[in-house]
């Protein structure tokens, strides 16, 4: 599997933090960047939990190999994604502070 490839520019970053303060401390579940992130992040939550649960199963002896495998799998790309997301968060900020203003 390849990790998720994103390219922020550094105006992007800029618009996207307008918008972001345009919107202010929105938590509604329909918009928002925090609610958006805090999504994406349960659903990572939700794929290790699944996975987990998958391989308790198999260790006791009533799983199916194909579905553990699937359920660990799709966990790794949830971490692989939240991974890349941070990343690429870090770089746009940096990017933002070294703007001349």
Sequence with gaps: ?????????????????????????????????SATLSRAIGGAIDA?????????????????LTEVVTAVSKAQLALQTATTIRDRMVQAYQQIMQMPI
């Design 1 to 33: 599997m390849t990790p998720l490839s994103l390219t922020v520019t550094p105006s992007q970053a800029a618009d996207a933090y307008r918008a972001a303060e345009g919107a202010g401390n929105s938590t509604d579940a329909v918009g928002g960047f």
């Design 48 to 64: 290790n939990h699944a996975a987990e649960d998958q391989a308790m199963q198999a260790i006791a002896g009533g799983g199916n």
